[in-house]
């Protein structure tokens, strides 16, 4: 895209070369025109960056909250998102173009603005019959990005819907949120780590055992089937108790809650939640060739 280029051009060419850190006044070099989203442990701004006179979306971590979450992996070397957020080119993740420190001590991501909906608000809207027709291919650019990270060497650890914007203006769905995510080593899958949604959450998380990139695929297969129906497979809970019965009970057969589903994507949907992680679908490549000769959600009749 011309926006794009324009900024790998503008950020190759400056001293903040993509990667790389550097201490800001964020509030002297950008325009906070927004505030279009507050995480637990950030927040996010539509911006305009004073020295390329670009719009930009501009996140700003709670600095007590992300040193506290760092804490947990003290000496193991882990990277800061915005090591980990500058480390992807991919259509279907947001482009993440500088991080560093503001001269507040806040750390600080720039990155591509997505003039859209969270597929969180989507699902739940009467805006959701954009997605008719979409939705397999929704699924399948998600599952895109996320092998992406997994090849990269990353778990995600916060798939969720919420972390999944629909650019308006390509039509194209990209993953965000790195605040979580984990380096795909031995020293970061340890018991214990019990971070992220609980709606999404393996049971091996809950029952704080080891884990594995498959966390990511049993959190994709939740959000494709919320994708597939508006609901979850699962009731819906705030705390680790609910989301027990991840662990405990099967899941909602989505062909109950959507019968015109294409039995192809059921079976792909249901294979990512296998609560044995042995039986689970082994990663997204798997699920890719389960679903690629798929262009509707639907069943033809």
Not at 100 to 119: A, R, S
Not at 190 to 199: A, I, L, V
Not at 209 to 220: G, I, L, N
Not at 268 to 291: N, S, T
Request: proline residues 5%.
């Amino acid at each position: 895209m011309p926006i794009l280029d324009s900024f790998k051009s503008l950020f190759a060419s400056s001293s903040a070369k993509k990667g790389r850190s550097r201490r800001v006044n964020v509030r002297e070099r950008f325009e906070l025109l927004r505030e279009a989203v507050s995480g637990t442990m950030s927040k996010f701004y539509m911006a305009k960056d004073r020295e390329s006179d670009k719009i930009v979306g501009l996140k700003i971590l709670d600095k007590k909250k992300n040193d506290a979450f760092e804490e947990r992996f003290k000496g193991l070397k882990k990277p800061r998102e915005g090591v980990i957020a500058t480390s992807f080119s991919h259509p279907n993740i947001v482009e993440t173009f500088e991080h560093g420190q503001t001269t507040n001590d806040e750390y600080f991501l720039v990155m591509e603005f997505v003039d859209g909906p969270g597929l969180n608000s989507l699902l739940y809207s009467e805006q959701n019959k954009i997605l008719n027709g979409q939705r397999v291919i929704a699924i399948r650019h998600i599952a895109e990005a996320l092998k992406a990270v997994h090849e990269a060497g990353y778990i995600h650890r916060d798939i969720c819907p919420r972390n999944i914007m629909l650019d308006k203006a390509s039509g194209k769905v990209k993953l965000i949120d790195f605040g979580l995510t984990l380096p795909a080593k031995p020293e970061f899958m340890q018991e214990g780590n019990r971070t992220g949604n609980p709606n999404y959450m393996a049971p091996e998380i809950i029952r704080r055992k080891k884990t594995s990139p498959r966390v990511d695929v049993f959190a994709f297969g939740v959000t494709a089937y919320e994708i597939c129906t508006s609901e979850l497979p699962w009731s819906r809970g705030l705390t680790g108790a609910a989301a027990m019965d991840h662990a405990t009970k099967l899941p909602t057969d989505i062909r109950k809650v959507k019968p015109d589903i294409h039995p192809k994507l059921a079976s792909a949907i249901h294979w990512c939640l296998q609560q044995d992680v042995k039986e689970r679908c082994p990663d997204m490549e798997a699920f890719l060739l389960k679903v690629r000769s798929l262009t509707s959600d639907i069943a033809k009749k």
